[in-house]
């Protein structure tokens, strides 16, 4: 037990101090805090994505669900997250990279105005608490299990740990962490699934293996579930604030999708082994007499089955997992509330043109447009604060790593994708009315869905539910598609309605300035 404590504190150490030593690079601008200077190179990128995209989730929340209903029910996460990466590295990565944007909802408050800028940003810091939870909830049973504190105490500390350097050097010290960290989870996983081939062998219990696709049409065999996870990860993902923080921070347009297509294949070499071990897990522990208990199943494995050189890497990977992610939602989410909310903003490139060709804010309260750098940046650092204790309450109250993962993705895909895609891709048609419309009738449908449903994800709904005879666990999984429906259809719906009388705000080519023609702006 020794030796796995001995690398807790290393790759804590580690972490801790390449995070302070290249804290000196944000030298006091909120450009260089959030999007790292924008200057990112592609080995950057690419390890800050996939150590975004991978997180304790994606690895301890896989292997249990692996091995409580089957492979695809927890490879969903990282087939989910590789698909994310893989769209955007198509279709997001070059056009958002040019825009210079700061956060992701800047570009709803160019493309729509600054209602839907904070409507946007109100979701996705919503969604961004549930993440980090998720990962806070994995550190705390790791340092339950192998450090002897309490599970609070653990979500306390990795909250702390995890605060600290991203607050020192936000997008600088989060990316070159993040270097490590996909570094040490790779060898960690790999390591491990070498290891359970040669010493155990992999024992595939019947109808939970991969080829058993009855886990994707069946809906007696977890089949709405697992496609949702999918869905929710693999398009919801794409309005993720962090991910889109690393996208506008790369060194040019071709870089970032590079970068995604990477951090893609990354994800799914990481991720796919912990699910091939967690199919063994069970018959590996029955093989020697151990009892699962009510721990997470692969911990049981790392303390049983695995020497303590193995274990304590592999467990130094999950951790690094989390820390990665709660970082960058910690960072992402302050500059998000400081910015976006808050309308603390620093740079003079989002003056508005209208179709008469005159600089204007079209009625957006940008009264703090020039306000000096360091006023977002201590903002942005003050937020983090607040933000990390709401991870650190949904933590102790929803303590389910895997289903905090994927309801954070299905909060943005209801509430945020359609506006984003359409505004892309759809311009001409896209009004600010159709936006927000979207927004509220997709996050109303999901949550009414959350709290009349009894499991989430198949976890039991212990957060907000209203118990009720219509809907059933067997419902479970359908209100993402539900609720992402009903977003489009609404947008489409008020696009038509509205294209006449309200006017529509485009985009120049690289996106970086507005322009209102025709009709009346909502703003």
Do not use: H
């Not at 690419?46 to 695809?72: H, I, K, P, R, Y």
């Not at 070498?194 to 696709?213: D, H, K």
């Not at 509205?498 to 023609?517: F, H």
């Amino acid at each position: 037990m020794s030796v796995i404590l001995y690398g807790i504190v290393g790759i804590i150490v580690t972490m801790l101090g390449i995070g302070f030593y290249v804290a000196r690079k944000v030298k006091g601008d909120s450009v260089n805090y959030i999007v790292a200077g924008r200057g990112l190179i592609l080995p950057l990128a690419a390890a800050t994505l996939m150590a975004q995209s991978l997180d304790a989730n994606a690895t301890l929340g896989n292997t249990d669900l692996v091995a409580s209903f089957g492979f695809w029910a927890g490879a969903a996460l990282p087939v989910g997250l590789a698909t994310c990466l893989f769209l955007t590295g198509l279709f997001f990565a070059k056009p958002m990279n040019r825009m210079n944007l700061t956060t992701l909802p800047d570009f709803y408050r160019r493309k729509y105005g600054r209602t839907a800028e904070v409507l946007a940003s109100l979701i996705m810091s919503v969604a961004y608490a549930f993440l980090l939870a998720g990962n806070l909830v994995a550190g705390g049973f790791l340092f339950e299990i192998f450090v002897g504190t309490s599970f609070q105490v653990g979500v306390f500390v990795i909250a702390g740990l995890v605060l600290t350097y991203t607050v020192a050097g936000g997008l600088f010290s989060v990316a070159y962490t993040d270097l490590l960290q996909a570094g040490v989870a790779l060898v960690g996983s790999i390591g491990l699934i070498v290891f359970v081939v040669t010493q155990y062998g992999i024992t595939i219990p019947e109808g939970m293996g991969p080829t058993n696709l009855g886990q994707l049409t069946d809906p007696s065999q977890g089949a709405y579930i697992n496609l949702a996870t999918i869905v929710a990860l693999g398009l919801g993902d794409i309005v993720a604030i962090d991910f889109m923080e690393r996208v506008f921070a790369a060194d040019s347009p071709e870089t970032a999708r590079k970068a995604c297509f990477i951090g893609a294949a990354g994800t799914l070499i990481i991720g796919i082994p912990f699910s091939i071990v967690a199919l063994s897990a069970n018959p590996i522990l029955v093989s020697l007499g151990v009892e699962t208990g009510g721990q997470a199943i692969l911990y049981t494995l790392l303390q049983n089955a695995v020497p303590p050189w193995l274990a304590a890497l592999v467990i130094a990977g999950i951790l690094a997992a989390s820390f990665s992610t709660s970082d960058g939602a910690i960072l992402g989410t302050s500059a998000v509330i400081a910015r976006n909310i808050g309308n603390i903003r620093v740079d003079e490139s989002e003056a508005v043109a209208t179709d008469g060709g005159a600089a204007d804010d079209t009625g957006n309260d940008d009264s703090l447009l020039g306000t000096d750098s360091d006023k977002l940046l201590t903002v942005t650092r003050l937020m983090s604060i607040p933000i990390t204790l709401l991870g650190i309450f949904l933590a102790i109250r929803v303590s389910a790593t895997g289903m905090l993962l994927v309801l954070a993705f299905d909060i943005m895909l209801a509430g945020a994708f359609v506006p984003l895609v359409l505004g892309l891709y759809w311009p001409e048609m896209s009004t600010t009315p159709a936006a927000l419309a979207s927004m509220v009738g997709g996050s109303l449908t999901r949550l009414v869905l959350f709290v009349l449903v009894p499991t989430t994800y198949a976890y039991e709904n212990t957060l907000l539910y209203i118990n009720n005879d219509i809907f059933t666990a067997s419902f479970d999984g359908l209100p993402t598609f539900i609720a992402a429906g009903v977003s489009l259809v609404i947008f489409v719906a008020v696009a038509y309605a509205t294209k006449d009388s309200y006017g529509v705000r485009t985009l120049d080519r690289d996106g970086r300035r507005t322009i209102v023609a025709g009709g009346e702006d909502d703003e």
